[in-house]
């Protein structure tokens, strides 16, 4: 049986525009196309469309699926590999969930003791799960500071990879409360605790500004850097963006 793109776009949720590029970048070609140039897909297509948009969901690339398939042997296996990789990914947000339920409660019980002031008992609680290599991982676009990143993160004992997660949470926190006090991202005390997150990064490697910059939107692009952001206080994300873009744009080229 086959299925003409408009209907694989509705069985699967990808535009048909989306099919045409995977089709146009070698990625997956249609079963056949009509006289009329209409592209037609079976079974065996719908089954790669599936992994592919399964190894989308776990934040490859599409070069990077393309090698995963091109050497593929087995389908049956790589389902199954593909499955083990899910299973891992949903332990992981499972542990990312309970991590922020546990920093809300702590907030929430502040909050009771009649104080707005923020604190977590185990600062390096909020970073469980989420390791500076992990984090970086979602800035593909910049190969050289991912890398810098994990060479420095490797050569860290384990009291200095918790003294650099309680610092990183302690600047967190400062900028959670200055955006409590309502002072503009830019404003001259903020940019100060930028400054001091980005010598924090430059002990890897000094960032350039597009580099900043996207870091910048990861905190609010990211699911898993924004939860930890918001965990602290509501809108931090946003607001750790606009700080590091005021930074960008005025301190580094």
Known sequence: MAWPIAEVARMSGVTARTLRHYDDIGLLPPAWSGANGHRYYEE???????????????GLGLPEIGRILAAQVDELEALRGHHRRLL?????????????ARTITELEQSRKDGTDMISISRPENLFEGIRPVQCMKVLRGFPELVGAVERRTAA???????????ERTTQMVRLGELLATGL??????????????????????AATAEEYRAIGRCCVENEHWRAVYESIAPGLAAYQQAAIEAYAATRLR
């Open 44 to 58: 065996r297509q719908l089954l790669r469309l599936q992994q592919v948009l399964v190894l989308r969901a776990l």
């Open 88 to 100: 891992a990914e949903r332990d992981r947000l499972d542990a990312l969930a309970c991590i922020v």
């Open 156 to 166: 860290l004992s384990k009291a200095e990879i918790e003294a650099d997660e309680r």
């Open 184 to 205: 503009p991202a830019d404003a001259d005390v903020v940019q100060v605790e930028i400054d001091a997150q980005y010598r924090t990064l430059a002990q890897s490697r």
